[in-house]
């Protein structure tokens, strides 16, 4: 991220989530610096991360990414939807949706509770929850 990158302009509120002993980016002033702690892996602590947000009236994150973090945020039980999109096309290798260790055969399956299937334009949405009771 820099300077000139469209999200740190002033049209919305940027929150640049950082570890504790992470150097400090030369951003401008409207960006704000959350530090939180990390695991022993050096990744954020994202239980701890939520609370946070959760404490700024942040209620409901987006996380939009690859396997690693999708994997971590489903380990760690912090999922309550899942909205997946399906094109009807055929791409070669390539990595996989998750990386979720321990998940090897359909024994370790991790069930989620089918919600809504829609056809938009060429793809597919599948929207599933958890089916746990959600905290307020």
Do not use: N, W
């Given at each position: 991220?820099?300077?000139?990158?469209?999200?740190?302009?002033?049209?919305?509120?940027?929150?640049?989530?950082?570890?504790?002993?992470?150097?400090?980016?030369?951003?401008?002033?409207?960006?704000?610096?959350?530090?939180?702690?990390?695991?022993?892996?050096?990744?954020?602590?994202?239980?701890?991360?939520?609370?946070?947000?959760?404490?700024?009236?942040?209620?409901?994150?987006?996380?939009?990414?690859?396997?690693?973090?999708?994997?971590?945020?489903?380990?760690?039980?912090?999922?309550?939807?899942?909205?997946?999109?399906?094109?009807?096309?055929?791409?070669?290798?390539?990595?996989?949706?998750?990386?979720?260790?321990?998940?090897?055969?359909?024994?370790?399956?991790?069930?989620f509770?089918?919600?809504?299937?829609?056809?938009?334009?060429?793809?597919?949405?599948?929207?599933?929850?958890?089916?746990?009771?959600?905290s307020?």
């Amino acid at each position: 991220m820099t300077k000139s990158s469209r999200v740190v302009d002033a049209a919305a509120p940027t929150l640049v989530v950082l570890g504790p002993d992470a150097p400090k980016p030369d951003l401008p002033p409207p960006v704000e610096i959350l530090r939180v702690p990390v695991d022993q892996h050096g990744r954020i602590e994202l239980a701890v991360l939520l609370r946070a947000l959760a404490k700024r009236g942040i209620t409901s994150v987006l996380v939009e990414g690859g396997p690693t973090i999708a994997a971590a945020f489903l380990t760690a039980g912090l999922v309550d939807d899942i909205v997946a999109y399906i094109r009807a096309a055929i791409l070669g290798g390539g990595r996989s949706l998750l990386d979720l260790p321990g998940v090897a055969s359909i024994a370790d399956l991790r069930p989620f509770r089918l919600e809504t299937v829609e056809r938009v334009g060429q793809d597919v949405r599948i929207t599933a929850s958890a089916g746990r009771q959600r905290s307020t």
